[in-house]
């Protein structure tokens, strides 16, 4: 899945230079020269991260309407270019990065990478993967239950299954995801479940290594969709 951006600007020497960075990053490129088209759009459609050109006239009043608008602003990083003259304040923008002109490539493929990982985190943290696989519960004194894997996230699973399950006492959970070497096993807690035999459960237990290997299969099932 490709990642959407917007550079405002007209400086177009600057503008071809971050489509060449952010091509490389796989970010697909609109480019507004007007400030206040540039926000009309942005109320229409999802833009991943937005680059402003805070040398262009009308920059001021559009980081003004940004900054009233939460929904907008928190949908995307908001990276900040200028000029060494240029008088707009970091703090003062809600920007979460920042680079000036004239542009450098080595900065600006650095902080735009940390803009496109920053968006990744986000967007992983919360994606929940369709996987049909066996799953394996047990709690301690008790024999094992038999489920079936519906979802996946960073933050728990959801399984369906015959047996009702103790939403107070924690269960040992093992799965195997497809194409991974080994098997997840892991502590959860039961979060919620249905008279249809749908159970939520969130991690709580997650070591260093397993939660690596389930961050890369996320972004490897997130990113073939």
């Known amino acids: 899945m490709t990642l959407s951006s917007m ?9 071809s230079v971050l489509e060449c960075i952010l091509g490389g990053l796989h970010m697909n490129v609109e480019v507004e020269s007007e400030p206040q088209q540039a926000l009309s759009r942005l109320s229409r459609s999802k833009i991943d991260a937005l680059i402003v050109d805070c040398d262009l006239s009308g920059t001021d009043q559009f980081l ?3 900054r009233r608008d939460h929904r907008q602003v928190n949908t995307v990083p908001l990276v900040i270019m200028g000029g060494p003259k240029s ?6 923008t809600g920007a979460l990065f920042a680079f000036e002109k004239p542009i450098s490539v080595e900065q600006a493929v650095r902080t735009l990478s940390a803009a496109r990982n920053m968006i990744l985190d986000g967007r992983l943290r919360y994606h929940r993967a369709g996987v049909e696989v066996p799953v394996h519960l047990r709690m301690n004194g008790q024999e094992r239950v038999e489920g079936r894997l519906i979802n ?8 369906s299954t015959d047996a009702p399950l103790a939403s107070t006492k924690p269960l040992h959970v093992s799965f195997e995801l497809p194409g991974a070497k080994s098997v997840l096993k892991t502590q959860g807690q039961v979060a919620w479940q249905d008279k249809l035999g749908n ?6 237990e997650l070591t260093q290594p ?3 290997m389930l961050q890369v299969w996320l972004a490897q099932e997130y990113f073939s969709n």
Not at 199 to 204: H, N, S
């Open 199 to 204: 159970v939520g459960i969130r991690f709580v």
């Open 64 to 66: 003004r309407d940004l």
């Open 152 to 159: 996946l996230s960073q933050g728990g699973l959801q399984v």
């Open 210 to 212: 397993q939660r690596h």
């Open 7 to 15: 550079v405002v600007s007209r400086d177009w020497q600057e503008v």
């Open 87 to 92: 008088t707009t304040a970091l703090d003062d």
